[in-house]
């Protein structure tokens, strides 16, 4: 269970990377950069993203869970969704289910793909066997789901509101949680999964569209579609990943043995301004996540408490991909009070240095190691090299990666070289049981993936 979810934590990345365009969109269409048919029409497009996560979710998640990205299981996430969608609004026209609908279909979609995409039929069936089986097996399970989403879900709903109305009467504490737990996910890579719960499904928001009532879920929708109370949950990402982190950074270099400085330099100027201009933030987290989980630990506890003072300084910024710098220009006039980021940022980084400082002076973890200066560098990095570490050709089951991992599937974990990993330009490396392995590489991990899977299926050619 714990390997599947994270399978589904890794496949909802596909629909997410969609959001930035959107965001950007819904941005240039404001009114006050173009205006006339220009901004009508910017932000008519990114309403048509967001009016529609649902399918897209559907969509992204099958592709994502299915065996080589098949676009047979993104056919069938989207039939799933329709189908669904038009059965429990047929049933229950008040039920709003948002993206669970598009994950839940998701989900089967890419599990049933996996299960039935080599099907054998008999001869006289055989048009709708293999890759044609699983839409049709799709569809009837979208009939099944549908009918009992209109009969049942509006308990689940009535929970959702519940936890809701708990999370906001808890205030500044609820978000302090959050922000906490987000972080300790990290390692697991389950953090988008409690995200998709934040930032797409709780608490709604009505408005119209194109003279058409509509509403919003999830923090993240709310903001785009103009809700000001909106931005909670992603306004004190800003401080922690634009100052926060950085500062924890420099903190580490001058930390490091002056003899090891040139190379923890080299390393940390890259990973804590990717997290400042981008928001990026797993190549940094991973170097120290480990090494000194007491710095982890006080990461999280750091951030939650900047998302609790983001909301007590009722600062309401969102973001459509993450809480860097390129975000935080992009987003200014939406949001309410962004300056306040600013001074919010700096004392947070004041924080995260002085801590991290005064922390790493007690507990004198080995980052960086003069011995180690043999690390390649991954841009010359054969995929070769990847294939060995991971016990070669024959122990890799399934190769992915989202945004900042490699994500394999393998026979035998017994065979892996983790050293191997770490020379090759890893910043971590997580196995989390005997038949699958996490490689933080960066930015760079999916070109890393697709370079091995090329080279794989070239060997079995």
Not at 85 to 93: H, M, N, S
Not at 375 to 400: E, H, P
Request: charged content about 15%.
């Amino acid at each position: 269970m714990f390997s599947f979810l994270q399978k589904i934590g890794k496949a909802l990345m596909t629909p997410i990377a969609v959001l930035p365009v959107a965001a950007l969109l819904l941005r240039l269409g404001f009114g006050d950069i173009f205006d006339g048919q220009i901004a009508m029409i910017m932000k008519t497009a990114g309403e048509s993203i967001f009016s529609n996560l649902d399918l897209i979710f559907g969509i992204g998640i099958a592709y994502g869970l299915a065996k080589n990205n098949d676009g047979t299981a993104a056919l069938s996430g989207a039939v799933g969704v329709l189908v669904a969608k038009a059965v429990y609004l047929g049933i229950d026209p008040n039920l709003k289910m948002g993206v669970f609908v598009g994950i839940i279909m998701g989900v089967i979609a890419g599990t049933l793909y996996n299960r039935f995409y080599n099907i054998k039929l008999p001869e006289y069936l055989g048009f709708f066997g293999g890759k044609r089986f699983v839409p049709i097996v799709t569809t009837i399970s979208a009939l099944v789901v549908g009918v009992l989403a209109g009969e049942y879900w509006n308990y689940a709903q009535s929970a959702i509101d519940m936890f809701s109305r708990v999370i906001v009467g808890l205030g500044e504490f609820g978000t302090f949680i959050y922000g906490t737990i987000n972080r300790l996910l990290i390692p697991l890579g389950l953090h988008h999964i409690l995200n998709s719960v934040f930032w797409f499904q709780l608490g709604d928001f009505s408005y119209v569209k194109d003279g058409v009532p509509a509403v919003a879920n999830g923090d993240l929708h709310r903001f785009f579609a103009g809700d000001k109370s909106a931005g909670f949950y992603m306004s004190g990402f800003y401080p922690v990943m634009m100052f926060g982190l950085p500062s924890m950074a420099l903190a580490i270099y001058l930390r490091t043995p002056k003899e090891n400085r040139k190379r923890a330099g080299a390393i940390l100027a890259g990973v804590a301004f990717t997290s400042f201009l981008t928001g990026i933030t797993e190549p940094l987290e991973f170097l120290f996540m480990f090494v000194a989980p007491a710095l982890f630990l006080l990461h999280a506890l750091l951030t939650g408490l900047s998302l609790a003072v983001a909301q007590i300084l009722d600062i309401h910024a969102g973001f459509g991909f993450s809480a860097g710098l390129i975000d935080y220009i992009i987003n200014y006039k939406l949001a309410t009070n962004p300056i306040l980021i600013l001074p919010l940022g700096i004392g947070i980084g004041l924080l995260y240095f002085i801590l991290s400082y005064i922390l790493l002076g007690y507990i004198k973890p080995n980052f960086f190691d003069t011995k180690d200066e043999n690390r390649d560098v991954l841009d010359n990095t054969d995929a070769q090299a990847f294939i060995d570490a991971l016990g070669g050709a024959g122990n890799i089951v399934d190769t992915s990666a989202c945004i900042t991992r490699l994500r394999m599937s393998v026979k035998d974990s017994s065979k892996l070289n983790k050293e191997s990993f770490m020379r090759l330009g890893a910043s971590g490396v997580i196995i989390p049981d005997d038949k699958s392995i996490q490689i933080v590489l960066g930015a760079k991990a999916e070109a890393v993936a697709e370079t091995i899977k090329d080279k794989l299926s070239h060997k079995g050619s």
